[in-house]
């Protein structure tokens, strides 16, 4: 490893410790390390915008070194994490901590280290010369909506450049995947009439309601899995369904007036993303609500769509895909089972591959931790787009 290369990941570690030391889980605000980032860029001259969202607590911050022009490089990452509150951390998960070539703390995988890699690199992209664009955007809500870069995607070829490809750095062990699930969540809510257990004639269950509903759902698992995935790249091998929460009811004697469900839905690219939820609306209307509404006219069933994820669709030769795969020396892609920030890209017509160093194995978890040489691998594949863009 060269003095120079050896300084860039120093400064990786360093700027991933600062990152980290932000608490930035999806419910809080990200403007505090918004404004480090900011500061960072302008103390390098490095031309950038901020995209608040419409609340005005959360930004995105899209930066362009090079040319003010299109056809450049995105490299895009996401400032928020998931929650540690539950977890069992053995230390701080806001203060890195190094433990051999490991460095553990909330988001050194997931993704706060694709980003320190991005901006430690700042001066060598302005460095070379770049016949094109690099841009870095660093976004928000990835761990919930991910609809923090969608303002910033709006303005691509508008008053911001439109670049050729995007790179999104989740962990994939910087191999190149080119396709993942959709994934969309919704809030079922079963609305029936309450009555004495011991004459279910006056009443309706809106717990009998949900857990036909959810049987239901659980068969259209099955027959999901049945079908199976066709191009034999994924893992889970099918579209998958899960419920993760179901309450209701005020006591074992009373028929419940209410019951609320939390599920998900996550489709193999060209799945619809809205037949989990078609297929659960077309059960209510011919079986369920029928037999609640025996004795209860005014049951009902209502169902809230929370986040809807595009998937990432293989484009086999894209830009994208070209690019990555030379930068990674490699002839081959890889799907992921996660949902991503890149089908929003590639649902506005840019060619987008998710590429970034850990494994999603140690993400969301205690002692979450990204490798050394895993940054180091992704200084080289950033090395390698600025003499390819230059």
Known sequence: MSAATDDRLSRTIDLMARLIAFDTESSKSNLPIVAFIEDYLRERGVAH??????????????????????????????????????QSWTSDPFTVRRDGARFFGRGTCDMKGFDACCLAMVEEFQAADLKVPIHILLSYDEETTCLGPVDTIARFGADLPRPRAVIVGEPTQMQVADAHKSIATFITTVHGHEAHSSKPFLGANAIE????????????????????????????????????????????????????????????????????????????????????????????????????????????????????????????????????????????????????PGSIDQAHQPDEFVEESELAACLGFLRALTLEVS
């Open 49 to 86: 915008v901020t995209v608040p969202n419409k609340a005005g607590d959360k930004a995105a911050v899209f930066a362009t070194i090079g040319p003010m022009r299109d056809g450049g490089i995105v490299l895009s990452g996401h400032t928020d994490v998931v929650p540690v509150v539950g």
């Open 209 to 356: 309601g949900a857990a036909m509903l959810v049987t239901d759902l659980y068969r259209l698992a099955d027959e999901l899995a049945e079908e199976g995935d066709p191009s034999g790249r994924f893992e889970p091998a099918f579209s998958s369904l899960s419920v993760g929460t179901i309450s209701g009811g005020t006591a074992r004697n009373i028929l419940a007036k209410s019951c609320t469900f939390l599920w998900e839905f996550r489709g193999l690219p060209g799945v619809a993303q809205n037949r989990a939820l078609r297929r659960l609306e077309d059960y209510a209307a011919s079986t369920v609500l029928p037999r609640l509404r025996r004795y209860a006219p005014d049951a009902r069933i209502e169902t809230v769509t929370e986040v809807e994820v595009p998937g990432l669709a293989a484009e086999p030769g894209s830009v994208a895909e070209t690019l990555a795969l030379k930068l990674t020396k490699s002839n081959r892609t890889i799907a992921v089972p996660y949902a991503t920030e890149a089908g929003r890209f590639q649902t506005a017509g840019v060619p987008t591959v998710v590429c970034g």
